[in-house]
């Protein structure tokens, strides 16, 4: 079946590091899965510390959920392969509970019932999302446009930095509006239930789209210096989805190399790429690097809600004053958008920059291997 194979995976729980192989796949793929990298006993304390959370609890900062990389052999793994990094004080508890498809409006500004491969809607992570019109917008694209960022938590600012999406990220991370997108390192996504059969509610990545995802930043940083939405080639809304304002998650340059007669559609015809569901046992963690387009899926088919956590970690040579606390996308700003200070000469906005178009700056242990499979490549 297309769409489900799996990168090489690591045996037991004792290891640090991955093998040449690994590095080869992470290079090749964007992502590798660690079988067993997170022990039993911690998965089940996480999954007790779940079950025992009263209505409305933030889980994100109990250390059941951060012992999950920093208890783990993911700590040894991660920082051998991409270098020093703050170990989490937070991460992403996400829970999907069992569901069928839905009438609403997504994100990209289709029925998500109507969205194929269990809701997929495949983004790079670091992108404003304000709560979609759940009816079809009226006026002008400048009007839709418009009459969406003033929709945000801090309501109309115009078009600013200083707007926020309801996910508090920015409109944009910089003052001089150059950069639509937050961004790190690399992803660890933490496996707590069974998800091995597509359709319970598992991440899923477009494989292989992270070279197509860097090429495209340098072509944006070749063309005008402005990276992310509404920069060159990436329009931040879809006018002619059916609510006519949908976020583009993905620029149509990099989508589009992914479509194929196989690819299945939405009830306008347009085709989206399928992406590869990631099947993984509880204790199983998957590695990506940022650039992967990924997703939440629906849990259509599982037997319980899927419990996966999600950390976010930025490699400590970009800014080594700053604390990355594992779950922000937009670690240049504040948690809440908040504006930090940098010193004389540093500017965070152009370094992340260079991440975004170099991605294996940041790995640190995986120099060899990306020149030897360049060199390869080239050959």
């Known amino acids: 079946m297309v769409g489900i194979l799996q990168s090489p995976s690591m045996e037991g729980s004792m290891a640090t590091s991955l093998c040449r192989e690994q590095k080869?796949?992470?290079?090749?793929?964007?992502?590798?899965?660690l079988r067993n990298a997170v022990s039993q006993q911690l998965v089940e304390a996480a999954r007790q510390r779940i079950a025992a959370a009263e209505e409305g609890e933030i889980l994100s900062k109990a250390v059941e959920m951060t012992d999950l990389v920093n208890a783990s052999s993911i700590t040894p793994i991660l920082t051998e392969a991409m270098g020093?990094?703050?170990?989490?004080i937070a991460g992403q508890v996400g829970i999907r509970t069992i569901s069928k498809p839905g009438d609403h409006f997504n994100n990209l500004g289709y029925?998500?019932?109507?969205?194929?491969?269990?809701?997929?809607?495949?983004?790079?992570?670091?992108?404003?999302?304000?709560?979609?019109?759940?009816?079809?917008?009226?006026?002008?694209?400048?009007?839709?446009?418009?009459?969406?960022?003033?929709?945000?938590?801090?309501?109309?600012?115009?078009r600013s930095a200083d707007v926020m999406g309801h996910n508090m990220v920015p409109l944009f991370e910089d003052p001089g509006m150059t950069l639509g997108l937050g961004s790190f390192t690399a992803f660890v996504f933490v496996c707590l239930n069974d998800q091995t059969v597509e359709g319970r509610g598992q991440t899923a990545l477009?494989?292989?789209?992270?070279?197509?995802?860097?090429?495209?930043?340098?072509?944006?940083?070749?063309t005008n210096?402005?990276?992310?939405?509404?920069?060159?080639?990436?329009?931040?809304?879809?006018?002619?989805?059916?609510?006519?304002?949908?976020l583009v998650y993905l620029p149509g340059a990099v989508r589009n190399q992914f479509l194929d007669e196989s690819s299945e559609c939405t009830p306008d015809g347009e085709r989206w790429p399928r992406p590869t569901q990631i099947l993984m046992d509880p204790g199983d963690a998957c590695i990506t690097?940022?650039?992967?387009?990924?997703?939440?899926?629906?849990?259509?088919?599982?037997?319980?809600?899927?419990?996966?956590?999600?950390?976010?970690?930025?490699?400590?040579k970009r800014q080594p004053d700053k604390l990355v606390n594992g779950i922000s996308d937009h670690p240049d700003r504040g948690q809440r958008g908040e504006w930090l200070e940098y010193e004389e000469g540093n500017n965070p906005w152009e370094r992340s920059k260079h991440a975004m178009c170099n991605m294996w700056h940041e790995w640190d242990g995986m120099q060899e291997v990306v020149a030897e499979q360049r060199a390869a490549s080239a050959g």
């Open 206 to 222: 477009l494989r292989g789209a992270h070279h197509a995802v860097e090429e495209f930043f340098c072509m944006q940083r070749d």
């Open 111 to 158: 029925r998500e019932r109507d969205m194929p491969y269990y809701g997929a809607e495949c983004h790079i992570d670091g992108n404003l999302t304000i709560a979609v019109p759940q009816e079809p917008q009226a006026g002008t694209p400048e009007e839709i446009y418009e009459r969406y960022i003033t929709s945000g938590p801090r309501g109309d600012l115009g």
């Open 225 to 246: 210096g402005c990276l992310g939405p509404e920069g060159p080639g990436w329009p931040r809304l879809n006018h002619s989805c059916p609510n006519r304002c949908g």
């Open 24 to 33: 080869r796949t992470l290079f090749r793929d964007g992502y590798v899965i």
């Open 84 to 88: 020093t990094f703050d170990p989490p």
């Open 289 to 316: 690097v940022y650039q992967m387009p990924h997703c939440g899926t629906r849990n259509e088919r599982g037997t319980e809600s899927r419990k996966s956590v999600i950390f976010r970690i930025r490699n400590k």
